[in-house]
C-alpha cells in the first residue's frame, strides 16, 4: 500500500470549535497535538454545524467538515473514499465518541480507536427508543469491525466494558486524561460563597443525571435550608429542568448560569462548597479531577468512569445511582461538615497532581502508533 507516511487523519462527531465541544474533544485535541509536535501532518475530519466554515487551520492541523451531527457517520465512508483514498493517510484514528463510523471497513490505511466511553444501556436515558436502539447496535459491531485495533481508553471501567465485549486485553491502553495545572488551582484570594452552593457542570442532556439532583436538592434542604444549586451548561434538557425546579418547589434555589467561560467556570468550582457530577456512566469524570485540582469537595454517581476518577471517601463521596436519599445525605454532610469538606478538598489537589495533558497526549499517541510500521512515527 502506497500511503501518506506522516499523515494522520483523526475522525470524531465534534472538533474542538463545535459549540458542544466537551472533554472528549479536549482528549483528542491534546492527542493530535502531541502528533503535530512530533511532524505528523495532522488531518481532523468532524461534522459541520451552523454558522461553521467547511476549514480551518488550528494548532498546526487542519480541521475538516463535512456533514452534519445527525449524518456524520453516514458521509464519513464517502468522504474517506473521495478525499483521504490517494494516498490514504498512514493512520486513521478514530475516537468513537457517539457512534462508531466503521472506518476499517472504508479505507485502506491501518485504524487505532480511542474510546472515552460507550453507551449501552444509558442510550435510553438520553434518546428515543428507535435512536437508542441504533446506537446499541452499532456499538454490538465494534469487536467485529475492528479487531486487531489498537485502542486507547480513559478509563478502567472502559478498558472493562471492552473487554466484556469481546477486545482482548493486550489490545487496549488505558491512559487517564489530563489537566491544566495553569487554569485549575487553588487561589486562596477566592472565597467560598456566603451560602452552602452544590455546583453542576456540564452539558445539560438527560443522560448527565441533573434531574436526579433536582429530586434530591429538598431533601438536602431539610437539613441545610440555604442550601443552592448552581447549574452550568447549555443543552436540549434545560428547559426541562426549570420546569423541575418549578414543580419541586426549589426553583428559588436553582441558578441556571447557562455557558461560561473557562475563567468563570474555574472561580465558580472555587467559590463552590461541593462539586456534584450525578451521571450514570463518563468515560472518566474530567470535571470532578478539575475540582479537586481546586480544593473543591466532590459527590459524584458510584458509575463507570466515575468510580476511576475519584478516590471514594478521599477526594469525594460517591453514592448509588438514582437514591435520592442517598445523594441527598451526602451532600448534607459535606455542606454541613467543614473538616470532610477540608480533607476531601485536601486529597483532591493531591490526587489531581498526578494528571498532566503533554503526558497524556504522548503516551496515548504512543499507544495509537505501537503497530505501526518502523519509522513511520518518526
Not at 73 to 79: A, I, K, T, W
Not at 106 to 129: M, N
Not at 144 to 163: K, N, P, Q
Not at 231 to 244: C, E, F, K, S, T
Request: contains cysteine; glycine residues 8%.
Amino acid at each position: 500500500m502506497a500511503g501518506d507516511g506522516r499523515h494522520l487523519l483523526a475522525i470524531n462527531f465534534r472538533d474542538p470549535r463545535h459549540p458542544e465541544a466537551g472533554g472528549a474533544e479536549l482528549h483528542l485535541e491534546h492527542i493530535l497535538r502531541a502528533a503535530v509536535s512530533q511532524g505528523w501532518r495532522v488531518t481532523w475530519l468532524a461534522a459541520g454545524f451552523p454558522g461553521a466554515e467547511p476549514e480551518i487551520a488550528l494548532d498546526g492541523m487542519r480541521v475538516v467538515r463535512r456533514g452534519t451531527w445527525w449524518n456524520f457517520n453516514l458521509v464519513v465512508p464517502g468522504v474517506l473514499r473521495r478525499e483521504f483514498a490517494n494516498p490514504p493517510p498512514a493512520l486513521v484514528v478514530e475516537d468513537v465518541n457517539k457512534v462508531p463510523c466503521l472506518t476499517p471497513r472504508f479505507t485502506r490505511s491501518p485504524v487505532s480507536v480511542v474510546v472515552p466511553h460507550l453507551f449501552g444501556a444509558t442510550a435510553f436515558q438520553e434518546a428515543a427508543a428507535p435512536i437508542a436502539l441504533y446506537v446499541v447496535a452499532m456499538e454490538k459491531l465494534i469487536p467485529w469491525v475492528y479487531g486487531g485495533a489498537r485502542f486507547v481508553v480513559i478509563s478502567e471501567s472502559t478498558r472493562d466494558d471492552l473487554i466484556h465485549r469481546g477486545i482482548p486485553a493486550a489490545d487496549i491502553t488505558v491512559v487517564h486524561c489530563g489537566l491544566d495545572h495553569q487554569a485549575y488551582r487553588p487561589d486562596p484570594e477566592v472565597a467560598r460563597t456566603a451560602k452552602p452552593t452544590i455546583l453542576f457542570v456540564g452539558r445539560l442532556r438527560r443522560y448527565k443525571g441533573v434531574d436526579w439532583v433536582m429530586r434530591s436538592l429538598p431533601l438536602v434542604r431539610v437539613r441545610v435550608p440555604e442550601a443552592r444549586l448552581v447549574v452550568i451548561g447549555d443543552g436540549p434538557h434545560g428547559a426541562a429542568l426549570r420546569a423541575q425546579a418549578q414543580r419541586l418547589g426549589v426553583a428559588d434555589a436553582v441558578e441556571f448560569r447557562g455557558f461560561a467561560t473557562r475563567a468563570d467556570k474555574v472561580r465558580a468550582i472555587r467559590e463552590s462548597w461541593v462539586l456534584v457530577q450525578p451521571s450514570p456512566k463518563e468515560g472518566w469524570g474530567l470535571t470532578v479531577v478539575e475540582a479537586g485540582a481546586c480544593g473543591t469537595a466532590v459527590v459524584a454517581a458510584d458509575s463507570p468512569g466515575l468510580r476511576d476518577s475519584v478516590r471514594r471517601d478521599v477526594t469525594g463521596l460517591l453514592v448509588r445511582y438514582g437514591d435520592d436519599a442517598a445523594l441527598a445525605d451526602a451532600l448534607a454532610r459535606v455542606l454541613t461538615n467543614d473538616t470532610l469538606r477540608r480533607l476531601l478538598g485536601t486529597a483532591g489537589i493531591e490526587w489531581a497532581a498526578n494528571f498532566h495533558w503533554p503526558e497524556c497526549g504522548a503516551r496515548s499517541l504512543d499507544a495509537l502508533t505501537a503497530a505501526l510500521p518502523a519509522g513511520t512515527t518518526r
